[in-house]
């Protein structure tokens, strides 16, 4: 039976917080959707102290922040997006539009078609989450979004120069230094000055993943990526410090990131608390990576494989890291989780910035009914049908008459009866079903 060595705070705690962020974020949307550019602007000077003439940038404002960025980092995002395209690209490719005769005269099929406009929310508050412009921006890009907007709050006063390269290079027609609830509000509501958008991706604090949750149904959402979560698996063939770095590397993420290790052994589970407590001492961000671990800090020992295996797949967090013996059982066996980094030579961090899967993933157990953001995220696919002759017209509407007239709809059985007359010939009563002559009994 699994045994807690180390527990995070209660479930009861964890609500109230977010009912209190739920509060927050229902008022500023309500006063994003009365007083349009003037909201914006009042929640923008509240929150990041900034409000410039306009939000959106110019081509000019754009050429300046680029200027900015260093030879050296524009190649490293160059490669980082040469690498997201590619696996975009290969993902695009496996989805094809189909068309089948499944009958003689009856054509079905279905076409993949993009978004019409997106809203791409790029993190920048506590960290310049440029990786983020890439995962969002340039997947829709791939897609073929026709308009994409891209939007990331301001970074010491002014747009981040890397963020807006970043979103620039994967492809944004419109980019806004607007950051938090009045971003994605603005995207999705509209103002004065900016048109609403059809659907909203991307990561981003509690505050943002609840305004997606809140704008949902308005507007279309990849999916609910709030505070990051992590989790390691990891038996006695990994050291303690290469579980204790992976727990922190992405509990620095904010003040309430969940990370938890599931483990068999007992020594690795002690020894990777003493090792967080030593690393705690002298990690850079250890003031954030601390307070998630101490609030959102979990250590699970467990019995064996099979009982890691089902609590994992329970919690269903966003970034599973398996070190085991049996990496590919665990490949095999698991269902609800956002990404899966299999061995110990790859890490959540390469996931997050460089390695070419996509970092916008589902958490709070979201990972039970959907993945992460992908191409396929970007596109519709709509089915068509199609009747070429009038004996599968009449063939079909005889089914169609009797099947609706089944369920009493007496509307529906005339729309398949008229065809059985003008196409097939006979002379159905208005509001019967149609008899069987076209097709056979079965």
């Known amino acids: 039976m699994a045994k807690r060595l180390k527990s995070s705070k209660p479930d009861a705690?964890?609500?109230?917080?977010?009912?209190?962020?739920?509060?927050?974020?229902?008022?500023a949307l309500t006063g994003?959707?009365?007083g349009g550019d003037a909201a914006v602007r009042k929640l923008s000077?509240?929150?990041?102290?900034?409000?410039?003439?306009?939000?959106?940038?110019?081509?000019?404002?754009i050429e300046a922040a680029i200027q900015k960025v260093s030879a050296r980092e524009m190649a490293d995002i160059r490669f980082a997006q040469d690498q997201i395209r590619r696996?975009?690209?290969a993902q695009r490719a496996s989805m094809s539009d189909i068309e089948v005769e499944t009958i003689p005269g009856v054509i079905l099929g279905h076409r993949n078609i993009p978004v019409?406009?997106?809203?791409?929310?790029?993190?920048?508050?506590?960290?310049?989450?440029?990786?983020?412009?890439?995962?969002?921006?340039l997947t829709a890009?791939?897609?073929?979004?026709?308009?994409?907007?891209?939007s990331a709050p301001p970074v010491k006063g002014a747009p981040h120069p890397a963020i807006v390269a970043a979103m620039h290079m994967g492809g944004a027609h419109e980019i806004l230094c607007l950051g938090g609830i009045q971003a994605v509000g603005a995207m999705a509501i509209g103002t004065e000055t900016i048109e609403p958008v059809h659907m909203l991706v991307g990561p981003g604090n509690a505050f943002v993943a609840e305004a997606k949750r809140q704008l949902y149904g308005r507007v279309g959402i990849d999916l609910f990526a709030g505070p990051t979560e992590t989790m390691v698996i990891a038996d006695d063939t990994v050291d303690a410090e290469l579980c204790a770095t992976d727990l922190l590397g992405q509990a620095e993420h904010g003040y309430n990131s969940?990370?938890?290790?599931?483990t068999n052994s007992e020594t690795l589970a002690k020894a990777t608390l003493t090792e967080i407590t030593r690393l705690l001492e002298i990690l850079p961000t250890a003031e954030t990576a601390r307070a998630s671990w101490q609030d959102y800090g979990d250590v699970i020992l467990c019995d064996d494989h099979d009982e890691m295996l089902r609590i994992a797949n329970d919690m269903a967090y966003e970034h599973v890291q398996i070190m085991t013996d049996r990496d590919d059982w665990y490949l095999d066996n698991m269902h609800s989780y956002g990404a899966l980094f299999l061995g110990p030579r790859t890490n959540v961090a390469n996931g997050d910035k460089v390695i070419g899967t996509n970092h916008t993933l589902p958490t709070k157990k979201a990972g039970r009914y959907t993945g992460g953001l992908w191409v396929g995220k970007f596109l519709k696919t709509h089915s068509y049908q199609r009747v070429t002759t009038d004996h599968a017209a009449a063939l079909i509407g005889e089914y169609g008459s009797r099947l609706?007239?089944?369920?009493?709809?007496?509307?529906?059985?005339?729309?398949?009866?008229?065809?059985?007359?003008?196409?097939?010939?006979?002379?159905?009563?208005?509001?019967?079903?149609?008899?069987?002559?076209?097709?056979?009994?079965t």
């Open 116 to 137: 019409q406009s997106v809203g791409c929310y790029v993190p920048g508050g506590k960290f310049p989450m440029v990786a983020s412009a890439h995962m969002s921006v």
């Open 13 to 27: 705690d964890r609500a109230e917080d977010d009912r209190r962020v739920r509060t927050t974020v229902e008022k």
């Open 32 to 34: 994003i959707e009365t």
């Open 87 to 89: 696996f975009a690209e």
């Open 45 to 61: 000077e509240e929150f990041d102290g900034f409000a410039p003439a306009a939000f959106r940038l110019t081509i000019s404002e």
């Open 258 to 262: 969940p990370a938890c290790l599931l």
């Open 404 to 441: 609706c007239m089944l369920e009493g709809f007496f509307g529906h059985a005339e729309q398949c009866n008229i065809r059985v007359r003008r196409y097939g010939g006979v002379n159905v009563p208005y509001g019967s079903a149609a008899e069987v002559r076209m097709g056979k009994e």
């Open 141 to 150: 890009s791939v897609a073929g979004v026709p308009r994409i907007v891209a």
